[in-house]
């Protein structure tokens, strides 16, 4: 050899859960940048997209549904309220406990959102076609599985 110092490849970064650790940061820096066009920071996505689906969930099955602490969420909702997305109203059967409502703002975020997503799905997986991004879909879901309770 010509005096070059050859850098061997740690065994870590030759594994399957490295790669997907960095794509996994990659894209969410991508969603980020996107989702600040709309004003919202990354994560909150994640409370706004369950109550589309469900809205007026309690603060616990939020915590529960995004694999979080209640006190993050409590920390996430106090963001999303302060910038009118949504609102907390006590839980009518038990006064111990609250429950999270879209208001207009965050309803009206649902197509912004969407579309952010789609853009950043197709920045992410332009280089499969897609057979691969179904099959890479169902191997991330059974990955997924595999972790049980453990999904943070």
């Not at 703002?105 to 280089?127: K, M, N, Q, S, Y």
């Not at 691969?132 to 972790?147: F, M, S, Y």
């Amino acid at each position: 050899m010509n005096g070059e110092k050859v850098e061997e490849i740690h065994p870590i970064k030759r594994t399957t859960g490295f790669a997907l650790a960095k794509v996994c940061k990659a894209h969410r820096g991508s969603v980020g940048g996107m989702l600040a066009e709309v004003g919202l920071h990354v994560g909150q996505d994640m409370v706004l997209i369950e109550l589309w689906q469900n809205d007026g969930l309690r603060g616990g099955e939020l915590a529960c549904r995004l694999g979080v602490e209640p006190p993050t969420v409590t920390k996430m909702l106090r963001r999303l309220e302060d910038s009118g997305l949504v609102e907390r109203r006590p839980d009518p059967a038990d006064a111990r406990s609250f429950r999270v409502y879209l208001t207009d703002g965050g309803r009206a975020l649902e197509d912004p959102v969407l579309g952010r997503w789609e853009r950043a799905e197709e920045r992410t997986f332009a280089a499969l076609d897609p057979y691969e991004r179904r099959e890479l879909g169902k191997l991330l879901t059974k990955a997924r599985a595999g972790l049980g309770t453990h999904r943070n």
